[in-house]
């Protein structure tokens, strides 16, 4: 049986062939008459006579010359001018994807290309639809990831990166930051422009031009005078190795960081009488409010206790330590309590009431402070003892309990992580998170007097905790002043606006909308250099800031004129206007004070759609599956603040690369796969050869479409090779067979078309549908699948192979060839135009070599509907029943060849007048069904009596063989069976 893939197209038979057409290349159908040289094979006498396909364009390109090539591709088909061309047609729809800015800090990574490539199909195939597309790439050229990139390693002075903070001079880090972000950023671009990125790579935008700075300081006024922009006193995430706050987008969780964790048992001062006279006479001077955390350092700044409202708690008489105590304990983790000291130390007093807790006063530790006992509904009954310690400095439930209690407010550690003078002499100047924990925890343990904290018990703690996704270090939460977007307030209308949203793949909506209803306030001030500046100044008296329009807007055209840098370069006399100073210095008042913070790099990009597009106007964000609680979150939130619309139309979702084993890359595993080495190869060419920029794409819309995760490694690089070669194939062989066909000469009607090739255009016209429908739903996994299956199965298997004797044997223009070229002209161009998205390389390549219009290029096509005079499901219907014959014939003799047969079929009526479709007569070896089964002879035999539909009898075929066409159909012993005879007769 056949191979179902594209080796079926070259036969041994045609491989022959193949080798004589470098002589035949410029060689026509010529006579044969003349005698033949003594002792030669009497087939190549007609060799020459055989119309084998011929064409320029290699079979094979190797992995040397694949990156030469594809630049050379580039150059001939206007790579660089096709967004600038598509730009100046006159199309009526437009398509506007919008470029999340990639950091601007390093080379490119595998995950560049996922979504880089991804965004280029979408653009491609949105063009081919009729479609002008709009597309600005675009860097995120701020933020920390850069700022530490630039000043890591001075190797003049030496100077390592834990020592950041020796970089004083703000302008001097804002030069080594914006230079080596420029030079970032011009390695991605050429590697980008090496995949064949459709763009205008002269215009893009970079959060660090003038331009985008200034647009984002409007939007900062705008959403400051909507109320939506504050300045407020409250606990953030806060790097202390950084030393600047952080977002909730900054930070990923830890799972098995170790925390030192204590049970802390504090001394109730005050009781309702009712609580006392429940317990025993000696317990009543021994009643203990026992708490569990895992922030010892935070304990000194404990300002309440905080018990569930709705939860029952016990009061427990316990033996501890040659002591008897009397603990206040939730109910429901009581087995934690009989965990650390005994189950048969615990006895259960009695339960005790709401009131009666909330009545509780207590000694806070380390301190003589007297701290009040709050109901929370923040409480949780996972782990601990069911009251929860409070210091409203330091967490965010804590902060909000201090505010509806108005509970004090008190930050006692600094911006390098260390506590201050407010503490204890022994804890001043101590790191929090390392000898601050330690130091703690050693006081704690030297208490244990009447009326003093108990530590009841100390153990390490294994859980998830927040780090800070640069440096990989713990954080801390910090109340300090830092300006805020109020998402409280912006919450309801962007899930409203989120409704009328395309999330795909749909799986992933909920997430999104979790994410939105999860997301606390978002803090948006940083204590950086390297950004935008907030443009405030505050009062020199009072401190309070001071935000005006006709200020910014001054600051704004100072910095667009002068650069972002003046901020930092000039003084107050040459950022605030001068009639302000005018008036101010006229009342003898001095002038506000500029601020030094910088806008967080989520509100800098977030504010794209503004400083980009001018409106929220985009079809389309794609981005990878993080940017839930990234790019899309913040664009969403600044969009719905200033216009109360989403910044898109459609969001598309894709996954992570992961190696070859399914692991995370890093270098440490040394499984990291660098595109570039992909494309152009790396030093070793026999460990990593060059595969191109299309198998590169090839790979990611094979894998990247619908997947959380993705596997890249030398398989699945090699299988993608292995693809795009038997693609290629293909196409050369359609584009070598119809080198001499001209649509509008030689055309025929579809009705006048034989019947395999009427029902190829029928499966063409599926096929084409199933794909455009692919692309337009975005699944482009499913393209590359179903386009391998076309071809190697429907194309090569069955079609190629049934048609090729006429191709090459029939003559040159006869109806029976014509009708095939005619098919193969739409397969041609057809798989062109659906392949192109993800392989323009390679279509444009083929383009190159069509010998009717040298000048034809690819994406300046436009798909159209496809004539519905292809669609015949009659036709298909009837024709599927010929082709459970063929696949009786296969399994009958696999191993065949099956031009040496001749067969008897003996039919049912109804299936027998689908075979009449192809042959009508009783007897033929040039019928339609001959050339279906591939054999030299088919008799036909009707049997109303045959049950089981067909049944097949095989016998040697009785011709012999032709020396043209290699078919057994010869009689008489001739050399020549009569189509070639006449064929041959017709050219001499």
């Not at 491989?15 to 033949?36: D, E, I, M, N, Q």
């Not at 190797?62 to 006159?90: C, H, I, K, P, T």
């Not at 800031?545 to 667009?560: C, F, T, Y």
């Not at 359609?734 to 190829?760: A, F």
């Amino acid at each position: 049986m056949p191979s179902a893939n594209v080796a079926a197209v070259f036969t041994p038979r045609s491989c022959r062939w193949k080798t004589l057409g470098h002589t035949l290349h410029h060689r026509t159908l010529c006579s044969v008459k003349g005698g033949r040289r003594r002792g030669a094979d009497p087939s190549t006498h007609y060799s020459a006579t055989v119309q084998l396909p011929r064409t320029s364009l290699p079979f094979r390109v190797s992995a040397a010359n694949r990156a030469q090539l594809e630049a050379s591709v580039q150059q001939a088909a206007g790579f660089d001018s096709l967004y600038a061309w598509q730009r100046g047609q006159n199309r009526e729809k437009e398509f506007v994807l919008h470029d999340g800015p990639p950091y601007a800090n390093g080379r490119p990574h595998i995950g560049h290309a996922v979504n880089k490539i991804l965004k280029d199909i979408t653009l491609r195939q949105k063009l081919l639809q009729g479609y002008k597309v709009h597309y600005i790439p675009g860097w995120d050229c701020h933020g920390l990831p850069i700022e530490l990139k630039a000043t890591q390693v001075d190797k003049r002075k030496k100077t390592p990166a834990n020592q950041l903070s020796s970089y004083s001079d703000p302008l001097e880090i804002r030069n080594n930051a914006q230079r080596f972000a420029k030079e970032a950023l011009e390695i991605q671009r050429s590697v980008f422009r090496r995949w064949g990125l459709l763009a205008d790579w002269s215009e893009v935008y970079r959060t660090l031009d003038p331009q985008y700075v200034t647009r984002q300081l409007h939007l900062f006024i705008d959403l400051y005078e909507k109320g939506f922009i504050y300045q407020d006193y409250k606990p953030v995430y806060f790097s202390p190795n950084l030393g600047t706050s952080l977002a909730e987008a900054e930070l990923e969780y830890e799972p098995q960081h170790v925390s030192p964790s204590v049970f802390l048992a504090l001394p109730v001062t005050s009781a309702l009488p009712a609580t006392l006279d429940r317990l025993p006479s000696a317990a009543q001077s021994q009643l203990y409010l026992p708490i569990w955390t895992t922030t010892p350092w935070t304990l000194p700044l404990n300002q309440a206790i905080c018990f569930a409202p709705d939860k029952p708690y016990l009061l427990v008489w316990v033996y501890w330590k040659n002591r008897r105590l009397a603990l206040v304990w939730s109910e429901e983790l009581l087995h934690e309590l009989e965990r650390i000291v005994g189950k048969d130390q615990v006895t259960v007093m009695c339960h005790i009431e709401e009131q009666e807790l909330a009545a509780l006063r207590y000694q806070a530790p380390l301190d003589q402070r007297e701290c009040p006992c709050l109901p929370g509904t923040h409480v949780t009954m996972v782990k601990g003892t069911g009251l929860v310690h409070t210091a409203p400095a330091h967490g965010h439930e804590d902060f909000l309990m201090a505010l509806q209690y108005k509970l004090p407010v008190e930050c006692q550690v600094d911006e390098q992580g260390k506590f201050m003078d407010g503490v204890m002499t022994e804890l001043r100047g101590l790191k929090v998170l390392e000898e601050g924990n330690h130091s703690v925890l050693q006081l704690l343990t030297n208490t244990g007097g009447p009326r003093e904290s108990l530590l009841l018990k100390e153990e390490l703690y294994t859980h998830s905790y927040p780090y800070d996704w640069r440096t990989r270090k713990p954080v801390i939460i910090r109340a300090t002043k830092q300006w805020f977007i109020d998402t409280h307030r912006i919450k309801e209308a962007a899930l409203a606006a989120l409704e009328k949203v395309e999330i795909l793949p749909q799986r992933l909506e909920a997430g999104m909308i979790r994410q939105l209803k999860n997301r606390p306030y978002w803090c948006i001030s940083r204590q950086r250099v390297w950004g935008t500046p907030i443009p405030v100044f505050y009062d020199p008296d009072t401190s309070q800031p001071i935000v005006d329009r006709s200020i910014i807007q001054h600051v704004a055209k100072v910095l667009e004129e002068e650069g972002s840098d003046s901020w930092w370069s000039k003084g107050e006399n040459d950022l605030l206007p001068p009639a302000l100073i005018e008036k101010l210095q006229k009342n003898g008042k001095p002038l506000p004070k500029k601020g030094s913070d910088i806008l967080d790099i989520w509100f800098d990009s977030g504010s794209s759609w503004h400083c980009v597009l001018g409106a929220p106007k985009a079809d389309l964000y794609l981005e990878g599956v993080d940017q839930f609680n990234g790019w899309f979150l913040s664009s969403l939130l600044t969009s719905v603040a200033a216009t109360g619309k989403a910044p898109y139309r459609m969001i598309y979702v894709h996954g992570f690369a992961l190696d070859e084993h399914g692991r995370k890359m890093s270098k440490s595993l040394g499984n990291v796969v660098d595109p570039q080495e992909v494309t152009d190869g790396g030093k070793d060419s026999s460990r990593n050869p060059a595969y191109g920029a299309d198998v590169l794409r090839w790979w990611v819309g094979s894998h990247a479409a619908d997947h959380s995760t993705m596997s890249i490694g030398q398989q699945h690089l090699e299988q993608g090779r292995d693809s795009v070669q038997k693609i290629r194939a293909v196409l050369r062989f359609l584009l070598g067979s119809v080198r001499d066909y001209q649509p509008c000469q030689h055309s025929l009607p579809v009705q006048d078309l034989r019947p395999i090739d009427r029902y190829m255009l029928h499966l063409l016209h599926g096929h084409i549908q199933k794909i455009w429908l692919h692309y337009n739903n975005f699944h482009y996994n499913w393209v590359t699948k179903a386009s391998l299956t076309f071809i190697n199965t429907t194309l090569s298997g069955l079609y190629i192979s049934s048609i090729r004797d006429r191709l090459y044997c029939d003559a040159r223009l006869g109806s029976r060839r014509m009708s095939a070229l005619l098919v193969l002209h739409h397969l041609l161009h057809q798989l062109l135009l659906s392949l192109a998205p993800i392989l323009p390389h390679l279509a444009e390549e083929v383009a190159q070599h069509l010998t009717d219009n040298k000048d034809w290029r690819v994406f300046h096509q436009v798909i159209t509907e496809l004539p519905s005079s292809w669609h015949q499901p009659q036709l298909a219907s009837a024709f599927e029943q010929c082709l459970t014959v063929r696949e009786g014939l296969f399994k009958s003799s696999p191993a065949s060849d099956w031009s040496k047969l001749q067969v008897h079929i003996t039919a049912e009526e109804s299936l027998m007048e689908n075979l009449r479709m192809l042959q009508t007569s009783h007897t033929s070896s040039h019928s339609g069904l001959c050339e279906l089964l591939q054999v030299s002879h088919v008799t036909l035999e009707t049997d109303q009596d045959q049950k089981d539909g067909f049944s097949l009898r095989l016998s040697k075929a009785q011709g012999g063989k032709c020396l043209r066409c290699r078919r057994y159909t010869t009689e008489g012993g001739a050399e020549l069976c009569a189509r070639c005879l006449e064929v041959i007769s017709s050219h001499e």
